[in-house]
């Protein structure tokens, strides 16, 4: 990839990856990152390598913004094995147990997954990147061991039943929607637990994170076709706003003088008209030129506090 030898420039913006299966999400990153000649870039969210779907990778200012993105809540279309355990809840593990697992029917596996809807709690898998004294938990994982995780909250907002193949290793494939830190093959094995015959998830893609879609989003081969065909200017067309990130969020405009004492810092009065989000909500700041300033949270009175401001 010896193509650009342009230096490294500023870009901001978010652009929406569609990651293709048996890469990480650092190596992907790290493409994008290159194709588009950015300084400073992140992802939102990572993927295991296993795993397809939208990756939205935050450029410069963007990246002040992805905790909003991270923080947000996912959807994903996920196939599950039944009858096979594996110890990692995914298909890149060992295999631990196997039990014909032909006399579950469809209704079974319904009723069963209408226990986990609305809030709940889930122990996060061994096999993951959360770190405990320093060290993700699968570098422990590999060696055998088993360290206690506290159960963390979590919310199934929809959880349902795509199709179903029975046999003796039936395949299920399920739509889910749920909240931030939602381990989807923690729901495959604790799904196979209830069952009582054990699953692992086999296919995993994430069609929705937040406001963004997989609709939206580009394949790294597809962004390295528009970079040959037009160069860098072709990736940045398919950049996306930086308060992309807040997509659902109330907007307000301010004056001049209000948005110069904004962007040092200072709160700032908003007229009565601004109705539209509650006191402790967050809204994006845009000048009166539809600048985007920032984000900016709500106090009683009509008071506009600054939380995070950008530099576009």
């Given at each position: 990839m010896s193509h650009h030898k342009q230096c490294f420039r500023l870009v901001n913006g978010i652009f929406l990856l569609n990651k293709s299966k048996g890469v990480s999400s650092n190596y992907v990153l790290q493409r994008v990152k290159y194709l588009f000649a950015a300084r400073k870039a992140g992802h939102t969210g990572s993927l295991d390598p296993l795993a397809t779907g939208v990756l939205p990778v935050c450029f410069g200012e963007a990246t002040k913004l992805s905790r909003y993105l991270l923080d947000s809540d996912k959807g994903y279309h996920s196939v599950f094995k039944l009858g096979v355990e594996t110890d990692t809840g995914d298909s890149e593990g060992r295999i631990v147990s196997i039990i014909d697992a032909s006399?579950?029917?469809?209704?079974?596996?319904?009723?069963?997954?209408?226990?986990?809807?609305?809030?709940?709690?889930?122990?996060?898998?061994?096999?993951?990147?959360?770190?405990?004294?320093?060290?993700?938990?699968?570098?422990?994982?590999?060696?055998?061991?088993?360290?206690?995780?506290?159960?963390?909250?979590?919310?199934?907002?929809?959880?349902?039943?795509?199709?179903?193949?029975?046999?003796?290793?039936?395949e299920l494939e399920v739509k889910i929607r749920c909240s931030k830190g939602t381990y989807i093959r923690s729901l495959a094995s604790d799904l196979g637990r209830l069952l009582g015959c054990g699953a692992h998830m086999i296919k995993l893609h994430r069609f929705a994170v937040g406001p963004f879609s997989d609709d939206m989003s580009v394949s790294l081969s597809e962004l390295r076709k528009c970079y040959d065909s037009h160069g860098i200017t072709a990736c940045d067309e398919r950049l996306l706003p930086v308060d992309h990130a807040l997509n659902a969020t109330p907007k307000v405009a301010l004056d001049e003088k209000s948005a110069a004492r904004l962007q040092q810092g200072q709160s700032v009065f908003l007229s009565k008209g601004f109705n539209l989000a509650g006191e402790g909500d967050i809204v994006r700041v845009f000048d009166n030129n539809l600048m985007f300033l920032g984000v900016g949270i709500l106090r009683s009175g009509g008071m506009l506090v600054p939380k995070r401001l950008v530099a576009l």
């Open positions: 006399t579950i029917t469809e209704g079974l596996i319904r009723a069963t997954i209408d226990q986990f809807l609305g809030d709940t709690v889930q122990v996060p898998p061994m096999y993951s990147a959360l770190k405990r004294n320093g060290q993700p938990l699968y570098k422990y994982a590999r060696k055998g061991m088993d360290i206690e995780r506290s159960p963390r909250p979590i919310t199934i907002y929809e959880f349902k039943v795509v199709s179903f193949k029975s046999g003796v290793a039936p």
